[in-house]
């Protein structure tokens, strides 16, 4: 919250939340330009970075016994002894987001990322929960799963209007804190009222929330 409360671009959000530990970079010298939510500690972090010898020529377009055709160039490769092992595949297919439910149909996305699962549940009992459509949407607006790093923005902006709109419907918000697949509602249910070190740590993200929220506005508005 507070680096997104501060930046002042998106170079400047990477770099606070990789200053803060919650963004890695395999190697700290180049940008990515691709963000897919990956997830990993920092001991693999360090096993990844004894890799040295790196092909930065773009996607790989063919490969074939002589070796790596890239969107970039040509790599020459071993033509024995060699194993290629694609790690490229996203988890999420890309698709344009839509309504949640359209009458009988009902159309899963997320509503959180990157939390399908939770997603899923929260869809499932605000079916089971509400009549009108449009009441459902307002509750379950999609979220859309980030591809280059700008997409970050918009990603973070919409979890949050989501999250504000289940904290106005206190029977959802009830149901939030106590469903197994959201961790930190429970956590902050769990604060004694006598820990007065945890409760400065919700007064500091319940102060930088709005400032956090206006200014990832600010920075989704500039060019990417």
Not at 83 to 103: K, M, N
Not at 107 to 126: D, E, G, T
Not at 194 to 203: F, G, Y
Request: hydrophobic share 45%; glycine share 4%.
């Amino acid at each position: 919250m507070d680096a997104f409360a501060a930046a002042s671009s998106l170079d400047d959000l990477f770099e606070r939340l990789e200053a803060a530990g919650i963004m890695l970079r395999i190697d700290r010298a180049v940008r990515p330009g691709m963000f897919h939510f990956a997830t990993m500690s920092t001991g693999e972090i360090e096993s990844l970075r004894r890799i040295t010898q790196v092909i930065r020529q773009g996607r790989v377009l063919a490969i074939d016994a002589q070796g790596l055709t890239l969107a970039q160039g040509w790599v020459e490769m071993p033509a024995v002894d060699t194993l290629y092992i694609d790690c490229t595949a996203s988890a999420v297919e890309p698709r344009p987001g839509s309504p949640i439910f359209q009458g009988d149909r009902i159309v899963p996305q997320l509503v959180r990322a990157p939390q399908p699962a939770f997603s899923a549940a929260l869809i499932a009992y605000v079916e089971a929960h509400y009549d009108d459509d449009a009441i459902k949407n307002e509750l379950c607006r999609t979220v859309p799963f980030p591809h280059e790093l700008h997409q970050y923005l918009a990603c973070n902006l919409a979890n949050m209007a989501n999250q504000f709109r289940w904290g106005q419907d206190k029977p959802l918000s009830r149901w939030i804190r106590d469903c197994r697949l959201d961790g930190f509602g429970k956590v902050i249910a769990a604060i004694s009222p006598d820990d007065s070190e945890k409760l400065a740590v919700l007064c500091r993200m319940r102060a930088a929330a709005m400032p956090a929220m206006a200014n990832l506005q600010k920075l989704a508005a500039q060019p990417a």
